[in-house]
């Protein structure tokens, strides 16, 4: 007696049955063809981002327009600058220049050494920024960084070199009676500047400011020592990794390990000056900058122009 096939499973043998139907050409009604997708538009760029994009480009190309004219692009060097011609040529258009000869008959110049500085404000108490050695973030952080101590002690710490020790611009408010004293050694600037007083940087040899720019015009007096400055326009600005306040990530466009984690800022434009006693140094606003010096040094800042220099009232700060 013969043996039946095994039977199969009822929807095993429909399978079978249909895919012999379809081979000869029954196979009912085709399963419906998937649906087309229409190709998607990418995705637009937003109206923030497409801003951003339009300023860069039209900053390059300014940037490419100077470029063809040695005197547009160049840092120009004057003597003897007149308050006219610096309005014109470099004020109002936002032009950094170097200065000679404005500061020729400041006593300050030649009497600022360590020695003269200590005798002539001794032991008053002055604010400073210390412990900046050990921080990445002292700039951002000034506030931590203050420190307070007599002159003659911070003297003693900037006299060996190193950025660890350092009064500046920041502490001007807190000092003026202590400094009080140098004031006989300066003179004025009328061409440019009003009577109000500068701010007083004093450091040693290393002492170190990162790139940032400022809210405002600046005029640079350089008195005893020297300083390494790099000036960087605003049309680099996309390059210079700029996310906190004023301040670059990139920190200090020399620096190799730095450009090695902003590749982009290798190639910025930017111009070096070593100011030297008795130079000014003209910084517009917006303008990135960093800072070093090179021996002890002691500069002043001024800020108070005969023309307006409010850019700060509106700065976009968050």
């Given at each position: 007696m013969s043996k039946r096939p095994p039977s199969l499973p009822t929807h095993a043998a429909d399978m079978r049955m249909q895919m012999a139907l379809r081979q000869i050409g029954f196979g009912g009604p085709a399963a419906p063809?998937?649906?087309a997708v229409a190709p998607q538009p990418p995705p637009q760029m937003s109206e923030d981002r497409l801003a951003l994009k339009r300023r860069d480009w039209l900053l390059d190309v300014m940037e490419g327009q100077r470029a063809l004219s040695p005197y547009a692009s160049g840092l120009l060097t004057a003597e003897h600058l007149s308050g006219e011609d610096f309005l014109h040529n470099f004020y109002a258009p936002g032009r950094p220049v170097v200065i000679k000869g404005a500061m020729a008959d400041w006593p300050a110049l030649a009497r600022w050494t360590p020695d003269?500085?200590?005798?002539?404000?001794?032991?008053a108490v002055i604010e400073y920024q210390g412990g900046r050695s050990g921080a990445g973030d002292y700039e951002l952080a000034k506030d931590r960084h203050k420190r307070r101590g007599p002159f003659r002690e911070f003297i003693a710490l900037v006299?060996?070199?190193g950025n660890d020790a350092y009064l500046t611009a920041y502490n001007s408010a807190a000092n003026g009676p202590a400094l009080a004293p140098l004031q006989a050694d300066l003179e004025t600037i009328d061409a440019y500047l009003t009577r109000a007083p500068?701010?007083?940087w004093i450091g040693g040899e290393g002492a170190f400011t990162p790139l940032h720019f400022d809210l405002t015009n600046n005029l640079l007096a350089q008195v005893t020592g020297t300083k390494r400055v790099i000036l960087i326009p605003p049309s680099q600005t996309?390059?210079?990794a700029h996310r906190t306040h004023v301040f670059s990530d990139v920190g200090d466009v020399t620096d190799a390990a730095r450009l090695a984690v902003h590749p982009q800022a290798r190639d910025v434009?930017?111009?070096?000056v070593l100011l030297t006693p008795g130079d000014l140094l003209f910084i517009p606003i917006g303008w990135w900058h960093q800072v070093r010096s090179e021996s002890f040094s002691t500069m002043l800042t001024y800020t108070g122009f005969h023309w307006p220099n409010a850019g700060h009232?509106?700065?976009p700060a968050g």
């Open positions: 063809a998937p649906r003269y500085l200590t005798d002539a404000v001794g032991d006299r060996d070199g500068g701010m007083l996309p390059r210079l434009l930017r111009y070096e009232e509106g700065y």
